[in-house]
C-alpha cells in the first residue's frame, strides 16, 4: 500500500514562492502533482520519474519544479512567481506507469491535498 502526505501549503502574494513536500511510504515508479481549484477538474501540474526525467504541465512550466529525494522518501514542488490562477488544491499522487503520463486516471494513489492560495 502506498501512503501519501503532502505539506507546504499556505498564502502568498502574487509572485511569490511555495515548496510542497509530500512524504511516501512505498514509492512507486512515477510521482506526480495535480491540482483542483473549486468549481474546476483536478488537472496535472508535474510528474517525475525514477529516473529524474520531468514532465510539466505548459500552465506551469519554467515557474514550478518537482523534485524527489529517495533517500528522505518525500516528493518536491517548488512554485515560484505564484499567480492567482494558481491557487487550488494540490495533491500528490503516484503511478505505477513507467511513462509518467500527466494524466488524472493513470495515478493509483493519492493524498489528501494542501491548500495554496495566491493573492493580487
Known amino acids: 500500500q502506498v501512503e501519501l502526505a503532502e505539506s507546504g501549503g499556505g498564502s502568498v502574494q502574487a509572485g511569490g514562492s511555495l515548496k510542497l513536500a509530500c512524504t511516501i511510504i512505498?514509492?512507486?515508479?512515477?510521482m506526480g502533482w495535480f491540482r483542483q481549484a473549486p468549481g474546476k477538474e483536478r488537472e496535472a501540474v508535474a510528474s517525475?520519474?525514477?529516473?529524474?526525467?520531468?514532465r510539466y504541465s505548459d500552465s506551469v512550466k519554467g515557474r514550478f519544479s518537482i523534485s524527489r529525494d529517495s533517500e528522505k522518501n518525500t516528493l518536491y514542488l517548488q512554485m515560484d512567481s505564484l499567480q492567482p490562477e494558481d491557487s487550488a488544491v494540490y495533491y500528490c499522487?503516484?503511478?505505477?506507469?513507467?511513462?509518467?503520463?500527466?494524466?488524472?486516471?493513470?495515478?493509483?494513489?493519492w493524498g489528501q491535498g494542501t491548500q495554496v492560495t495566491v493573492s493580487s
Open positions: 512505498r514509492s512507486p515508479w512515477c
Open positions: 517525475i520519474d525514477r529516473d529524474g526525467k520531468t
Open positions: 499522487a503516484a503511478s505505477y506507469l513507467a511513462s509518467c503520463p500527466l494524466i488524472r486516471s493513470d495515478y493509483h494513489y
